[in-house]
């Protein structure tokens, strides 16, 4: 039971490159989500998705493009990296049935903007 | 739109003591609460959850949460703590409707000494 998995766990790259992270889930939850964690700010959405080819903005995209082509897959890129994206990036997911609303999270990135 | 206020950034606490993580927030339609922890290096994993009935809430590792209407919190309480507990811990609201999106508090270090 692999659950959910992020990709690369550790990353390091200079201003102005593009970078992509990987997030995938075994259990075909129709909703997906990321964050970033900041220290003093807890978590907060960057982008969400209720299902394949359906995505949303969340409080802070700006910088940030996502795709869902596939249900298992919600990789996030950083078009053009700033330092101020320098942050911990999680992804969660979250099944449709019921009213949990529970959400399942990764390991996370540590991603690092030179 | 909805906020969470967690009060204190952090709490240093005696082994087998008791604890009381504070949580507010704030919201104009029915809520459901969770309660997020995070163990160093770690992705959040839920404790404990409120979507209806019973005000009060347990998880399995012996924290309780009650829901609070009129005073809009959702305080998290052990009555004795253990080291392994020394993790960072998210409170979360979501509305009904709001396709499962999350806000969270800016966090609480619990951290449990000898």
């Known amino acids: 039971d692999a659950g959910i998995t992020q990709s690369p766990r550790y990353k390091i790259t200079e201003t102005g490159r593009q970078v992509t992270l990987m997030c995938h889930q075994t259990w075909s939850h129709s909703y997906m989500f990321w964050y970033r964690q900041d220290l003093g700010h807890g978590l907060r959405l960057i982008y969400y998705s209720a299902a394949a080819d359906i995505t949303d903005k969340g409080e802070v995209p700006d910088g940030y493009v996502v795709s869902r082509s596939k249900t298992e897959n919600f990789p996030l890129t950083l078009e053009s990296a700033t330092r101020s994206q320098t942050s911990v990036y999680f992804c969660a997911s979250s099944p449709t049935s019921g009213r949990t609303d529970t959400q399942y999270f990764g390991p996370g990135t540590r991603l690092t903007v030179l | ?114």
């Open chain 2, 1 to 114: 739109a909805q906020s969470v206020t967690q009060l204190d950034s952090q709490v240093p606490v005696f082994e087998e003591a008791p604890v009381e993580l504070r949580c507010n927030y704030s919201s104009s339609v029915s809520v459901y609460l969770f309660w997020y922890v995070q163990y160093p290096n770690q992705g959040l994993q839920l404790l404990l959850k409120y979507l209806s009935g019973s005000t009060l809430v347990e998880s399995i590792n012996g924290f309780e949460a009650e829901f609070n209407k009129s005073q809009t919190s959702f305080h998290l309480r052990k009555p004795s703590v253990h080291i392994s507990d020394t993790a960072e811990y998210f409170c979360a609201v979501s509305v009904s409707g709001s396709a499962r999106q999350l806000t969270f508090g800016s966090g609480t270090q619990l951290t449990v000494l000898p």
